[in-house]
T-cell receptor
């Protein structure tokens, strides 16, 4: 399985962009990068995913380096409600199906 | 659509007791997952299923069993509960991209 490495915690001022990094240096060519977040103790929520091109949706942008060994999730205008644990996941495809394995994530705190 | 529904939301078990955590989804997803999350930690994969009749172990399967007789349901069975199984349990389902999670079952073993 490709492993991911994320900082344990980050802080961001409300209204500013939050840039969350993730290293996945052992990623394989057909593995996607996914981002989820977990607010308080709720179930995780899907944010965005990508293979090698940059992606944007209504929640965030995902920037993947050309060598695919790292990525950055960008929340363009962070609000207090974006305070959560953010998980970067590499989706493992196996012959028996698709595992979805989480790491420890980054605790993002958005400050007023 | 209700999405992913887990029951119960809370449960206290005594050591040695057994119980089944229920998970059902109404999105006709083939892939379903069970996770546990200890305080301050990330999610650990217990078991997963790629379709009815097919299950496989995740990272921490010991002490648990699963079955998948229908596409909709993926129950998690705890036999002989131990204090180490005190945790929050999440069920999830997906088809290809976005995974949907239930609201969790908070289990305490005393």
């Amino acid at each position: 399985d490709a492993k991911t490495t994320q900082p344990t915690s980050m802080d961001c001022a409300e209204g500013r962009a939050a840039n969350l990094p993730c290293n996945h240096s052992t990623i394989s060519g057909n593995e996607y990068v996914y981002w989820y977040r977990q607010i308080h103790s709720q179930g995780p929520q899907y944010i965005i995913h990508g293979l090698k091109n940059n992606e944007t949706n209504e929640m965030a942008s995902l920037i993947i380096t050309e060598d695919r060994k790292s990525s950055t999730l960008i929340l363009p205008h962070a609000t207090l409600r974006d305070t959560a644990v953010y998980y970067c996941i590499v989706r493992v495809e196996e012959t028996s199906g698709s595992r979805l394995t989480f790491g420890e994530g980054t605790q993002l705190t958005v400050n007023p | 659509n209700a999405g992913v529904t887990q029951t119960p939301k809370f449960r206290i078990l005594k050591i040695g007791q057994s119980m089944t955590l229920q998970c059902t989804q109404d999105m006709n997803h083939n892939y379903m997952y069970w996770y546990r999350q200890d305080p301050g930690m990330g999610l650990k994969l217990i078991y997963y299923s790629v379709g009815a009749g097919i299950t496989d172990k995740g990272e921490v399967p010991n002490g648990y069993n699963v079955s998948r007789s229908t596409t909709e349901d993926f129950p998690l069975r705890l036999e002989l509960a131990a204090p180490s199984q005190t945790s929050v349990y999440f069920c999830a389902s997906t088809e290809t991209t976005e995974a949907f999670f239930g609201q969790g079952t908070r289990l305490t073993v005393v």
